[in-house]
């Protein structure tokens, strides 16, 4: 079991930056790869960027290429733009699906709650 909790979100500007913090406990020696994803209201969860956990190579959205930074226990995101407004969730994997399907919640079984990103234009 792995238990994850998200922080650092809140109110910023556009142009603003944020660190989100992805706290993990329980066994997370058995995650091969921690993403994050994002939901916006009436929108579907979508992916944001995944890193695998041995050999740390990135993988990002278009969307925010350039501006995000995915680190093993955080997100860092910077130029923040009001359509980054969301909900944004760290995820793992445990069962190497990530390798399959990176950008798909199906390929994460372990999730946080959410932390709040809002950005005001």
């Known amino acids: 079991q792995v238990q994850l909790e998200e922080s650092g979100g809140g109110l910023v500007q556009a142009g603003d930056s944020l660190r989100l913090s992805c706290t993990a406990s329980?066994?997370?020696?058995?995650?091969?790869?921690m993403a994050w994803f994002r939901q916006a209201p009436g929108k579907e969860r979508e992916f944001v960027a995944t890193?695998?956990w041995s050999g740390g190579s990135t993988s990002y959205a278009d969307s925010v290429k350039g501006r995000f930074t995915i680190s093993r226990n955080s997100l860092q995101m910077n130029n923040l733009k009001p359509e980054d407004t969301a909900v944004y969730y760290c995820?793992?994997?445990?069962?190497?699906?990530?390798?399959?399907?990176?950008?798909?919640?199906?390929?994460?079984?372990?999730w946080g709650r959410g932390t709040q990103v809002t950005v005001s234009s």
């Open positions: 995820a793992v994997d445990s069962r190497g699906l990530f390798r399959i399907r990176p950008n798909s919640t199906a390929a994460y079984n372990y």
């Open positions: 329980g066994h997370t020696s058995i995650a091969y790869a």
């Open positions: 890193i695998h």
